[in-house]
């Protein structure tokens, strides 16, 4: 199962990006999907998540009034406003094992490859 994330890239504070990560549709449209991030040093973490319909989303708090998740079928989005240095991170998206989302990466079977996100003050 391949996930390809994009949109990654080098951003001043205060700048916008939209990550967009494209699975195939027999492994994702029936399973919620989610990005997490992992900055250098540190372990990777939740960041947001939507169910399989797109009823529910969740984000951390870190995130919440700044980020905002959106899925099709088969492609999930995450548009990230008003982005801070600490958001510096590779990004990656994740194809959860049922169709309720979830903060837990246990609960994720399929991974990409990461997209990189650097933020400058």
């Known amino acids: 199962v391949q996930l390809q994330a994009s949109g990654g890239g080098l951003v001043q504070a205060g700048d916008s990006l939209r990550l967009s990560c494209a699975a195939s549709?027999?492994?994702?449209?029936?399973?919620?999907m989610g990005w997490f991030r992992q900055a250098p040093g540190k372990e990777r973490e939740f960041v947001a998540a939507i169910d399989w319909n797109g009823g529910r989303s969740y984000y951390a708090d870190s995130v919440k009034t700044r980020f905002t998740i959106s899925r099709d079928i088969a492609k999930v989005y995450l548009q990230m406003n008003s982005l801070k240095p600490e958001d510096t991170a590779i990004y990656y998206c994740a194809v959860a094992r049922a169709a309720r989302a979830s903060t837990s990466r246990d609960d994720y079977r399929y991974w990409g490859q990461g997209t990189l996100v650097t933020v400058s003050s």
């Open positions: 549709r027999r492994t994702s449209s029936n399973n919620a």
